[in-house]
C-alpha cells in the first residue's frame, strides 16, 4: 500500500496510536508473522469477542505486513543504487578526473539528504499503512 504523493507530509509525522505491529520472519524463507497489531493499551480495551477476532486478524495481514516490508526494502534498495549510479559515481569521476573535492563532498551530502527524503517517503508510507489496517480492523472485525 502506497501513500500518494499529496498527502505525503499528513502521514509523514503521523503514526497510529493505538498500533504497533510487530512480526517474526524466517530467517530462511522470508515468511513472516505478525505477533501483535495494537499496543497493550489499545488491547486491553478491546471486549472479549474483539479479542478472538483480533487473532484472526492477525493472520490474515501477515501477507500484507510481508509485503510492506519488501516494499520499503525496494526503495531502499533502488534509491541507494541510484544515487550511487547518478550522484556518488559522476562526483568520484569528477574528482579523479582533475576536479575539486567539493564536487565529491557536494555529491556525497546531496546524495545523504536524497537518501532522508527517500526515507522520510517510507516512514509516511508505514504511518498511512497502520491507519488503513486499523479501519479495516474496526470496521470488520471490532464494529
Do not use: C
Request: proline share 3%; glycine share 6%; charged share 20%.
Amino acid at each position: 500500500m502506497r501513500v500518494p504523493l499529496s498527502q505525503t507530509s499528513k502521514y509523514l509525522f503521523k503514526s497510529h496510536p493505538g498500533v504497533d505491529i510487530k512480526y517474526l520472519e524466517h530467517d530462511i524463507s522470508g515468511e513472516t508473522k505478525v505477533t501483535e497489531f495494537l499496543t497493550p493499551n489499545q488491547f486491553e480495551s478491546l471486549g472479549s469477542e474483539a479479542r478472538k477476532n483480533h487473532g484472526r486478524f492477525l493472520e490474515e495481514i501477515n501477507d500484507k505486513v510481508r509485503d510492506q516490508i519488501r516494499i520499503s526494502n525496494f526503495y531502499r534498495f533502488f534509491s541507494a543504487a541510484l544515487l550511487i549510479f547518478f550522484i556518488i559515481l559522476p562526483a568520484l569521476i569528477l574528482f579523479f578526473l582533475g576536479g575539486s573535492h567539493w564536487g565529491l563532498i557536494g555529491g556525497v551530502y546531496y546524495a545523504f539528504f536524497a537518501y532522508l527524503l527517500v526515507e522520510a517517503y517510507i516512514q509516511a508510507n508505514r504511518n498511512y499503512f497502520e491507519y488503513h489496517l486499523y479501519e479495516k480492523f474496526e470496521k470488520e472485525y471490532v464494529g
